[in-house]
């Protein structure tokens, strides 16, 4: 996919890279000012002009994250992973099914997930909040993992059933005539076989749960786990102030996104592209 | 983030019902999930609609049945027209400006240059971060005393701006705010389409002594045309939902200045303290015919361009 | 379609279980507490202070009540918005707990479902209470409740920039004399005042003081008088009197802003007392003017006490013990103490909180000429009403509408939604 530079190209293409850079830079700015912000001190943030650069770095804000964040990280964390565990266990098989085992039907099926897309968050958030006020889920972790992964489904069964489908069919029937079963089969070579779409998928539930503000802010609201979404929101709206805390918070909640920008970055590339661009 | 796929290639059927039996198991957790939590979710919201839902009436349940009264209401309402002006300006100024940003990056890192690779990776970070975390940076920085916006304009004379508070900017505001988000999704798309586009086509161009901008508009616009519909599409059905930005920003403020459809919604139900889900719920469930108009569209082309 | 008997749907039941698991303790707990026998037993009691964890002197407060009536509290603490939707639902499934302490414009919402009991019912003497302050649990010649106490909104000033621009605190006694103060501080280069005009609650509450200073009526939005009011904060921020921030402030924000000591006065309540006592500057406070002279009508903030109302009506008696024992003249200033400083509802309780901390005496004098956000028969519509009137606030702050446009279009809105 990366054309790389001829070696001797690079003479003739530093002005690109010098531009690149600039552009880069120009784009990343907020995310550098959330930086900077989150190292001023309280007293420094309204100082005018602003601060281009922490020069006497603090780290209040982040001592207030430590202080007072440490729970809804922990939140984050355990419903990203349940969003994750939850979206590969009921998408896995199902593309399997579509791909694989001619489910009857799929061609519906496949409209209505790609429909199911479409609908906003904000009218499931509602959906759900009617349901669950009479159930008593609201304010639960599970009730926030199930809504979360509303997002993800539909987009994992997908993404399997893209890659499933592209299963040689020899493999599968060797291992009939190994005497393995379906549900053998689907363990045994076409998981193992899935293991980047499994990672694509799951790394999208985690990210788009961790990530997540409408339906923590109406379904987990008053809960005693509240995710980071909404820790950095009750400091918007209870402080406005301490901006640096908010930008500190900002920051650790981004972590998660820079990890995997790092390690994943290809399965992030392939998660964004697969499917709607076709070659 | 919406995909499109090919339906699955059609086989001859063989033993085709034990076949399907064994599929249905498979895909049997998917089908409750669906039943359980979007079908019935949806039908709670357009049950909400068509009933009168007082916070009371929503714990207890005994709500009055009101049939289309609530959709009459939100359509009689200033806020409507309000709303669906400021959805189709925000939605359409994101898309276009995320796709031209988008296209004219895509083209610049296309020739590939030293880090070229690196700096179009830190591109994706804007899409990666929560939203809210962006939301909520760009508030600071837009904000009217401290911010550094402003900061940076004043140098240059400009008096203060009040990005967020003033009814002239605060959709401008969250619309800025939209497009830096969405340009890395639409620069990842269009990057992979250009390089689907052959490379002696270019070069057959260049031997013909086309310049860069000919070869621009006369290979690569028309040949990325399905992928740049497509990129708007999702873009469309994407910013239509958007709350999170709008919300952080502004919270559709001030007045409705920066209201869209998808924020109306979210106010009445959840962002006044004073739940009135149903024509919360009757909007959102015009958002949701809305977007599925844009969505038809969207598999309409999807399957053309399948067919060609 | 086809049921699975295959492993694969294992995850999904075991997902599903854990959840219906979840929810099933959190509703029986509050089944098996409310219904504890009564002699000696367990009595429920919600209240919005998650604060205040178990074994805080609010709690400990809490407890010995319970054991003067001797039985013991089970107290569950919810965020306010949620505490209103538990109640109900509990009201609901006949769960409800024996007492709830809840936000005062709350409390018409609950009586108008029938599930709380009025204090005669309950036996309580009300007769010592402010009615002003009373106002806000009485719903069609009903009491019920009884506020544990009330705070309020008055005028906080840096005395060091009113000494730097020459204004005399005590000059503040009408609007006029105000606006004329915010000039000469300004023109002394300083900041001028800030207050809350945020798109919830908050905004209202802050506004209402004007609002009701001028003379209107929240039946009618659009009168003159509330033009006026309204005016008065536009003509604020027009004259660069108030920044722009104050559209979007918190009560939160606006003493934050305070803090900084640029400003010379911010509109705020009874909880900052001690932040305002250890603030860098010197700092006091003038009675928020009406239009004409006298103090306003502030609204009032704080926490009712009601009692639901149970099946076996045999509870009732030790919770009127348990109402009770949180509402003597010595439990109200307890109470007051608890709460960083809520003026006690009654002649008694005030007093004896005097006596205490003599400092509090414009509080006092603040609450006792505030009013109930729901009283004058508003109950249930307030909210609704309320709702119209920040959003009005908000439109003429920014300047989307004209005060007088903003309001009545806020009446419009308000007589909608409330017939």
């Known amino acids: 996919m990366n054309r790389r530079p001829t070696p001797g190209a690079s003479g003739r293409t530093w002005w690109k890279t010098a531009l690149g850079v600039f552009f880069t830079a120009v784009m990343l700015f907020p995310v550098y000012w959330m930086f900077n912000v989150s190292?001023?001190?309280?007293?420094?943030?309204?100082?005018?002009?602003?601060?281009?650069?922490?020069?006497?770095?603090?780290?209040?804000?982040?001592?207030?994250?430590?202080?007072?964040?440490?729970?809804?990280?922990?939140?984050?964390?355990?419903?990203?992973?349940?969003?994750?565990?939850?979206?590969?266990?009921?998408?896995?098989?199902?593309?399997?099914?579509?791909?694989?085992l001619r489910l009857p039907g799929r061609g519906t099926l496949n409209f209505l997930l790609l429909v199911a897309q479409m609908i906003p968050a904000v009218v499931m958030a509602m959906g759900f909040y009617a349901v669950y006020v009479r159930l008593g889920l609201l304010n639960s972790v599970g009730g926030l993992i199930v809504a979360d992964s509303t997002i993800a489904v539909p987009f994992g069964v997908l993404l399997y059933t893209a890659f499933m489908a592209g299963i040689p069919r020899e493999l599968l029937q060797a291992a009939r005539v190994d005497g393995a079963n379906a549900w053998r089969t689907f363990v045994s070579v076409v998981l193992p076989l899935s293991?980047?779409?499994?990672?694509?998928?799951?790394?999208?539930?985690?990210?788009?749960?961790?990530?997540?503000?409408?339906?923590?802010?109406?379904?987990?609201?008053?809960?005693?786990l509240v995710p980071i979404t909404l820790g950095i929101y009750q400091y918007i709206g209870n402080n406005t102030t301490q901006w640096n805390a908010i930008m500190a918070t900002a920051v650790v909640a981004s972590v998660p996104a820079a990890v995997l920008l790092v390690v994943a970055q290809r399965f992030v590339t392939a998660g964004v592209t697969a499917g709607a661009v076709k070659d | 983030?919406?995909?499109?796929?090919?339906?699955?290639?059609?086989?001859?059927?063989?033993?085709?019902?034990?076949?399907?039996?064994?599929?249905?198991?498979?895909?049997?957790?998917?089908?409750?999930?669906?039943?359980?939590?979007?079908?019935?979710?949806?039908?709670?919201?357009?049950?909400?609609?068509?009933?009168?839902?007082?916070i009371r009436a929503f714990v207890q349940g005994n709500a009055e049945f009101v049939g289309l009264e609530k959709y009459a209401e939100i359509f009689a309402s200033d806020t409507f027209t309000t709303a669906l002006t400021n959805t189709a300006i925000f939605t359409l100024?994101?898309?276009?400006?995320?796709?031209?940003?988008?296209?004219?990056?895509?083209?610049?890192?296309?020739?590939?240059?030293?880090?070229?690779?690196?700096?179009?990776?830190?591109?994706?970070?804007?899409w990666l971060l929560p939203l809210i975390v962006s939301a909520s940076t760009w508030a600071w920085m837009l904000s009217s005393e401290n911010g550094i916006v402003n900061s940076f304009l004043g140098a240059f004379g400009v008096p203060q701006i009040n990005w967020l508070t003033s009814p002239d900017t605060a959709l401008l505001a969250v619309t800025i705010a939209n497009i830096w988000l969405g340009i890395p999704f639409n620069l990842v798309i269009l990057h992979s389409g250009l390089q689907s586009i052959p490379g002696d086509v270019y070069e057959a161009a260049s031997l013909d002594g086309a310049g860069p901008w000919r070869q621009f508009w006369s290979i690569t616009f028309p040949l990325l045309r399905p992928v740049s519909a497509i990129t708007l599409l999702l873009g469309l059905i994407y910013t239509l939902k958007v709350v999170d930005v709008i919300w952080v920003m502004t919270t559709g403020g001030p007045g409705d200045t920066s209201t869209t459809l998808a924020i109306w919604s979210y106010r009445e139900a959840f962002g006044t303290g004073q739940p009135d889900f149903s024509p919360a719920a009757a909007v959102g469930n015009v958002l949701i015919v809305i977007a599925l108009v844009f969505g038809f569209l969207h598999l309409q082309i999807q399957r053309r361009q399948e067919d060609s | 379609m086809h049921h699975p008997k295959r492993g694969i749907t294992r995850p999904l039941t075991a997902g599903l279980a854990t959840i219906a698991v979840v929810g099933g303790l959190a509703a029986c707990s509050t089944a098996d507490d409310a219904g504890a026998d009564e002699a000696g037993g367990t009595y429920t009691w919600w209240d919005p202070y998650p604060q205040h964890e178990d074994g805080s002197d609010w709690a400990n407060r809490v407890q010995a009540c319970g054991e003067e009536a001797g039985v013991t509290i089970e107290r569950t603490a919810y965020d306010t918005t949620a505490l209103t939707n538990q109640a109900l639902l509990a009201a609901q499934e006949g769960t409800s707990p024996d007492v709830i302490l809840l936000d005062n414009p709350a409390v018409s919402t609950l009586a108008d479902t029938g599930m709380l009991t009025t204090t005669g019912e309950l036996g309580l003497d009300t007769s010592a209470i402010d009615e002003n302050l009373l106002a806000a649990g009485v719903v069609d010649g009903e009491t019920y409740g009884i506020p544990i106490g009330a705070n309020t909104l008055s005028l906080y000033y840096n005395a060091e920039v009113l000494d730097d621009a020459g204004v005399e605190a005590d000059s503040i006694t009408d609007w006029d004399s105000l606006t004329a103060a915010l000039g000469k501080v300004t023109d002394a280069g300083h900041k001028g005042i800030t207050f809350a005009g945020i798109g919830t609650e908050e905004g209202s509450f802050q506004f209402l003081p004007w609002f009701w200073g001028a003379g209107a009526d929240l039946r009618d939005l659009d009168s003159p008088e509330a033009v006026e009011a309204l005016e008065l904060w536009k003509g604020w921020l027009d004259d660069g009197y108030a920044p722009d921030s104050v559209i979007n402030n918190s009560q939160n924000t606006v003493w934050e802003e305070f803090l900084t000591g640029d400003f010379a006065f911010a509109e705020n309540g009874t909880w900052q007392v001690n932040s305002a006592a250890e603030a860098g500057f010197e700092t006091g406070l003038v009675q928020l003017p009406a239009r004409d002279g006298g103090v306003a009508p502030a609204p009032t903030g704080g926490e009712f006490i009601i009692a639901p109302v149970q099946e076996d009506t045999a509870r009732y008696d030790v919770t009127r013990q348990i109402v009770e024992c949180m509402t003597t003249p010595e439990g109200l200033v307890e109470t007051a103490n608890t709460f960083a400083y809520y003026i006690p509802p009654t002649a008694e309780g005030q007093d004896a909180l005097l006596e205490e901390n003599p400092d509090l005496e414009p509080w006092v004098e603040a609450v006792r000429n505030a009013k109930g956000r729901t009283s004058d028969d508003l109950g249930t519509d307030y909210p609704k009403i309320s709702e119209a009137l920040w959003t009005a606030v908000q439109n003429a702050l920014s300047g989307v509408d004209t005060p007088a446009d903003a309001l009545s279009k806020a009446q419009a809105d308000a007589e909608a939604a409330t017939s």
């Open chain 1, 195 to 224: 293991r980047n779409s499994t990672l694509t998928v799951a790394l999208f539930a985690f990210l788009w749960a961790w990530s997540d503000f409408i339906f923590a802010s109406t379904l987990d609201r008053n809960g005693d």
């Open chain 2, 1 to 54: 983030m919406v995909l499109a796929l090919p339906a699955p290639r059609r086989r001859p059927s063989t033993r085709g019902s034990a076949r399907g039996w064994t599929a249905a198991g498979f895909a049997a957790p998917l089908l409750v999930y669906l039943v359980l939590f979007y079908a019935y979710p949806l039908w709670r919201n357009v049950d909400l609609s068509v009933h009168d839902y007082t």
């Open chain 2, 93 to 126: 100024a994101s898309i276009l400006f995320q796709y031209a940003i988008g296209l004219a990056l895509a083209v610049f890192f296309r020739s590939g240059f030293r880090l070229s690779t690196l700096l179009r990776a830190m591109f994706l970070v804007p």
């Open chain 1, 39 to 100: 190292l001023t001190r309280t007293s420094d943030l309204r100082a005018d002009p602003p601060h281009w650069f922490p020069w006497a770095p603090t780290t209040e804000g982040y001592q207030a994250v430590l202080a007072q964040q440490l729970p809804a990280l922990g939140t984050s964390l355990l419903v990203g992973l349940g969003c994750v565990v939850l979206t590969v266990v009921i998408a896995a098989p199902a593309g399997y099914a579509v791909a694989q």
